[in-house]
Nanobody, 121 residues
Framework: QVRLVESGGGLVQPGGSLRLSCVASGSIFSIDFMGWYRQAPGKQRELVAG???????NYADSVKGRFTISRDNAKNTVYLQMDSLEPEDTAVYYCKMRLRSGPLNRYYDFWGQGTQVTVSS
Protein backbone atom coordinates (compact mmCIF):
# COMPACT_ATOMS: atom_id res chain seq x y z
CA GLN A 1 0.00 0.00 0.00
CA VAL A 2 1.03 3.58 -0.63
CA ARG A 3 0.66 6.28 1.96
CA LEU A 4 1.14 10.06 1.65
CA VAL A 5 1.68 12.12 4.78
CA GLU A 6 1.70 15.92 4.79
CA SER A 7 3.25 18.13 7.44
CA GLY A 8 4.14 21.77 8.02
CA GLY A 9 0.74 23.41 8.26
CA GLY A 10 -0.26 25.77 11.03
CA LEU A 11 -1.25 29.29 11.98
CA VAL A 12 0.73 32.18 10.53
CA GLN A 13 0.26 35.93 10.34
CA PRO A 14 -0.32 37.69 7.00
CA GLY A 15 2.98 38.19 5.22
CA GLY A 16 4.50 35.17 6.91
CA SER A 17 5.84 31.92 5.48
CA LEU A 18 5.26 28.21 5.82
CA ARG A 19 6.84 25.18 4.21
CA LEU A 20 4.70 22.12 3.56
CA SER A 21 6.15 18.66 3.03
CA CYS A 22 4.56 15.47 1.73
CA VAL A 23 6.30 12.11 1.92
CA ALA A 24 5.18 9.00 0.08
CA SER A 25 5.91 5.56 1.49
CA GLY A 26 5.11 1.98 0.59
CA SER A 27 5.48 0.13 -2.69
CA ILE A 28 6.66 2.87 -5.07
CA PHE A 29 8.30 2.14 -8.41
CA SER A 30 8.24 5.64 -9.88
CA ILE A 31 6.47 8.95 -9.40
CA ASP A 32 5.30 11.09 -12.30
CA PHE A 33 3.30 14.07 -11.11
CA MET A 34 3.47 15.65 -7.64
CA GLY A 35 1.12 18.44 -6.70
CA TRP A 36 -0.47 20.51 -4.00
CA TYR A 37 -4.19 21.29 -3.87
CA ARG A 38 -6.23 23.25 -1.40
CA GLN A 39 -9.82 23.45 -0.32
CA ALA A 40 -11.29 26.35 1.61
CA PRO A 41 -14.65 26.08 3.41
CA GLY A 42 -17.52 26.18 0.93
CA LYS A 43 -15.21 26.05 -2.08
CA GLN A 44 -14.08 23.38 -4.48
CA ARG A 45 -10.66 21.82 -4.24
CA GLU A 46 -8.22 23.62 -6.54
CA LEU A 47 -4.74 22.99 -7.86
CA VAL A 48 -2.18 25.25 -6.22
CA ALA A 49 1.04 23.98 -7.79
CA GLY A 50 2.29 20.94 -9.65
CA UNK A 51 5.62 19.53 -10.79
CA UNK A 52 6.24 16.77 -13.31
CA UNK A 53 9.03 14.22 -13.36
CA UNK A 54 10.95 16.37 -15.84
CA UNK A 55 10.83 19.33 -13.48
CA UNK A 56 8.18 21.37 -15.28
CA UNK A 57 6.15 23.42 -12.82
CA ASN A 58 2.77 25.11 -12.98
CA TYR A 59 1.05 27.40 -10.49
CA ALA A 60 -2.36 28.83 -9.88
CA ASP A 61 -2.42 32.52 -10.85
CA SER A 62 -3.27 33.48 -7.27
CA VAL A 63 0.02 32.08 -5.91
CA LYS A 64 2.48 32.88 -8.70
CA GLY A 65 5.51 34.69 -7.36
CA ARG A 66 4.70 33.73 -3.76
CA PHE A 67 4.72 29.91 -3.70
CA THR A 68 7.43 27.54 -4.91
CA ILE A 69 7.02 23.81 -5.45
CA SER A 70 9.98 21.43 -5.45
CA ARG A 71 10.58 17.70 -5.24
CA ASP A 72 13.21 15.31 -3.94
CA ASN A 73 12.90 12.10 -5.91
CA ALA A 74 15.35 10.22 -3.71
CA LYS A 75 13.08 10.88 -0.72
CA ASN A 76 9.72 10.55 -2.54
CA THR A 77 8.93 14.01 -1.20
CA VAL A 78 7.32 17.15 -2.52
CA TYR A 79 7.57 20.55 -0.87
CA LEU A 80 5.60 23.77 -1.07
CA GLN A 81 7.33 26.91 0.11
CA MET A 82 4.68 29.53 0.78
CA ASP A 83 5.79 33.14 1.25
CA SER A 84 3.87 36.40 1.60
CA LEU A 85 0.87 34.48 2.85
CA GLU A 86 -2.53 36.13 2.69
CA PRO A 87 -5.77 35.39 4.58
CA GLU A 88 -7.17 34.10 1.27
CA ASP A 89 -4.62 31.29 1.38
CA THR A 90 -6.39 29.79 4.38
CA ALA A 91 -7.46 26.24 3.48
CA VAL A 92 -6.75 22.58 3.97
CA TYR A 93 -3.80 21.69 1.74
CA TYR A 94 -3.59 18.25 0.17
CA CYS A 95 -0.76 16.65 -1.74
CA LYS A 96 -1.34 14.31 -4.65
CA MET A 97 1.10 12.02 -6.41
CA ARG A 98 0.61 10.07 -9.61
CA LEU A 99 2.78 7.03 -9.22
CA ARG A 100 3.43 3.46 -10.23
CA SER A 101 3.24 1.08 -7.31
CA GLY A 102 3.86 -2.18 -9.18
CA PRO A 103 5.80 -3.71 -12.07
CA LEU A 104 3.07 -2.92 -14.62
CA ASN A 105 3.26 0.42 -16.40
CA ARG A 106 0.13 1.81 -14.75
CA TYR A 107 -0.04 5.05 -12.82
CA TYR A 108 -2.61 5.89 -10.18
CA ASP A 109 -3.37 8.99 -8.10
CA PHE A 110 -2.83 8.94 -4.37
CA TRP A 111 -3.82 11.66 -1.90
CA GLY A 112 -2.63 12.72 1.50
CA GLN A 113 -4.95 13.37 4.43
CA GLY A 114 -4.51 17.15 4.32
CA THR A 115 -2.92 19.77 6.55
CA GLN A 116 -4.60 22.96 7.76
CA VAL A 117 -3.07 26.32 6.87
CA THR A 118 -4.58 29.35 8.58
CA VAL A 119 -3.42 32.89 7.80
CA SER A 120 -4.73 35.34 10.36
CA SER A 121 -3.60 38.16 12.59
Amino acid sequence: QVRLVESGGGLVQPGGSLRLSCVASGSIFSIDFMGWYRQAPGKQRELVAGINSNGDRNYADSVKGRFTISRDNAKNTVYLQMDSLEPEDTAVYYCKMRLRSGPLNRYYDFWGQGTQVTVSS
